[in-house]
């Protein structure tokens, strides 16, 4: 059964949809020989024995990154692909558009140069400072914004485009606030956890660190719940201070502000 688009958890309406969790819970889980998973899968109401099981399965059970699930008793996209297969739940690697598509290229680019900062934690370094520079703002500032408009800047040169869409600045959460004004569409991070499918190549995730601080960077593909991302500004622990260019992978659910997609402009 395909994931249907929205968080699965106590009170689900559609009875085929946890008739179906109950018969595959049951076959994974081993009920008949554990009572602790057991579940009756005739069953047609998602109660809070059938939470305790999903709880139950998500501590026993990781996404497809390896990592482990969020043991809530919900039943969303990576929880889904953990019980169906991650064939269950629709992925894309296709950009949509041809700016979006050239952004990503963009960024491809510029992380196999393997772009780091110099010296190592400065914000600095000729490629970072020319990220900021296309942003306006001095060098020694934190640069993974002015990464994702370089991106752009570039995509919309390569392509003959009179303008960059995207807003022009080096914060994250500025660019989140400014970006429906320049005709974009923002997708709330509550929403893109309950529906990944609404997710697409190209898009822009944005963190909230609080303080005024966040982090940003590019989706490259969305399989199963988990972002392949391109980043600047970070390093493979996925902070926001890290001192280069990288390919990372993190889950929907990490992302706590929202994506924000110029698609429709492209």
Request: hydrophobic share 40%; aromatic share 6%; with cysteine.
């Given at each position: 059964?395909?994931?249907?688009?929205?968080?699965?958890?106590?009170?689900?309406?559609?009875?085929?949809v946890?008739?179906?969790?109950?018969?595959?819970?049951?076959?994974?889980?081993?009920?008949?020989?554990?009572?602790?998973?057991?579940?009756?899968?005739?069953?047609?109401?998602?109660?809070?024995?059938?939470?305790?099981?999903?709880?139950?399965?998500?501590a026993?059970?990781?996404?497809?990154?390896?990592?482990?699930?969020?043991?809530?008793?919900?039943?969303?996209?990576?929880?889904?692909?953990?019980?169906?297969?991650?064939?269950?739940?629709?992925?894309?690697?296709?950009?949509?558009?041809?700016?979006?598509a050239?952004?990503?290229?963009?960024?491809?680019?510029?992380?196999?140069?393997?772009?780091?900062?110099?010296?190592?934690?400065?914000?600095?370094?000729?490629?970072?400072?020319?990220?900021?520079?296309?942003?306006?703002?001095?060098?020694?500032?934190?640069?993974?914004?002015?990464?994702?408009?370089?991106?752009?800047?570039?995509?919309?040169?390569?392509?003959?485009?009179?303008?960059?869409?995207?807003?022009?600045?080096?914060?994250?959460?500025?660019?989140?606030?400014?970006?429906?004004?320049?005709?974009?569409?923002?997708?709330?991070?509550?929403?893109?956890?309950?529906?990944?499918?609404?997710?697409?190549?190209?898009?822009?995730?944005?963190?909230?660190?609080?303080?005024?601080?966040?982090?940003?960077?590019?989706?490259?593909?969305?399989?199963?719940?988990?972002?392949?991302?391109?980043?600047?500004?970070?390093?493979?622990?996925?902070?926001?201070?890290?001192?280069?260019v990288?390919?990372?992978?993190r889950?929907?659910?990490?992302?706590n502000?929202?994506?924000?997609?110029?698609?429709?402009?492209?």
């Open positions: 059964m395909d994931y249907p688009g929205r968080i699965v958890k106590l009170g689900e309406a559609d009875a085929a946890v008739q179906a969790l109950r018969t595959q819970l049951g076959l994974m889980m081993g009920g008949d020989s554990d009572p602790a998973a057991r579940l009756d899968p005739q069953g047609m109401v998602f109660d809070a024995g059938m939470k305790r099981v999903v709880k139950l399965f998500q026993r059970h990781v996404d497809s990154a390896g990592r482990p699930l969020k043991q809530d008793g919900e039943i969303g996209a990576l929880t889904w692909g953990a019980i169906f297969g991650t064939e269950s739940v629709p992925a894309s690697a296709d950009a949509g558009t041809d700016l979006l050239q952004a990503l290229a963009v960024a491809a680019g510029e992380e196999e140069k393997k772009v780091r900062e110099v010296p190592m934690n400065s914000n600095r370094g000729p490629d970072v400072e020319k990220y900021l520079a296309r942003v306006g703002v001095p060098a020694g500032l934190p640069w993974c914004c002015a990464f994702v408009y370089y991106c752009f800047d570039e995509a919309s040169k390569t392509l003959g485009r009179t303008g960059n869409p995207m807003v022009r600045t080096a914060g994250c959460l500025d660019h989140w606030n400014k970006a429906v004004a320049k005709g974009a569409t923002r997708i709330p991070a509550a929403a893109a956890t309950a529906d990944p499918t609404r997710l697409a190549p190209g898009m822009i995730f944005i963190m909230d660190h609080g303080r005024g601080a966040g982090h940003t960077g590019l989706i490259e593909s969305v399989s199963a719940g988990i972002l392949a991302t391109i980043e600047g500004n970070t390093d493979a622990s996925r902070t926001r201070d890290g001192g280069g990288y390919r990372l992978a889950k929907v659910g990490e992302i502000k929202g994506f924000i997609d110029y698609g429709p402009l492209g």
